[in-house]
């Protein structure tokens, strides 16, 4: 992997929120740390409680160098998860580390996150569960987008005169 010199900061992968039935929370099976909100200073406070104080950590072992770099991966993150419109105080961040699962849970953890390392040492983080309301919006939302495209497709050949386009499949 990507060791020390990977970067510390995490580039967005699609959300995998897919389908109804894969749903299931991911968080039950790793070592939970409850917050009242995930934000820039509950992820400092887990820096400084896991990572030492600034100046400690070029001397840290290779397994807290990796948590320091996925903690500063996912207080990067932050920005787009609420641009996902996430509720930062419902929310769970899945930090996936090698033999080395954290979750910082607030809430019931209804908007989940996963953070995990590439082969090149980017961290990668993506949307992997949503509320049900809001999964249910966005399929909605979606679905609506797609007859209004396909219905403004059918709009040139209505005014061109052809209506035998509709009827020739």
């Given at each position: 992997m990507g060791g020390?010199?990977?970067k510390s900061h995490s580039r967005r992968k699609p959300t995998t929120s897919t389908g109804f039935l894969g749903r299931g929370r991911h968080t039950e099976d790793y070592t939970i740390i409850p917050v009242r909100e995930i934000n820039g200073r509950t992820i400092g406070k887990e820096i400084r409680k896991?990572?030492?104080n600034e100046g400690q950590h070029p001397h840290l072992d290779?397994?807290?160098a990796t948590t320091l770099r996925f903690l500063r991966a996912a207080n990067?993150?932050?920005h787009d998860a609420k641009d996902d419109g996430a509720d930062m105080k419902n929310a769970a961040f899945i930090l996936r580390q090698p033999c080395r699962e954290i979750v910082l849970k607030s809430g019931n953890g209804d908007?989940?996150?996963d953070f995990c390392e590439d082969?090149?040492?980017d961290i990668y983080g993506r949307c992997v569960r949503k509320p049900?309301?809001?999964f249910m919006w966005d399929e909605t939302k979606s679905a609506v987008v797609r007859i209004v495209q396909f219905a403004g497709s059918l709009?040139?050949?209505v005014l061109s005169g052809r209506h035998s386009a509709f009827l020739e499949f």
């Open positions: 020390n010199e990977s896991r990572c030492g290779p397994g807290d990067s993150f932050i908007w989940e996150y082969f090149d040492g049900l309301l809001r709009v040139p050949a």
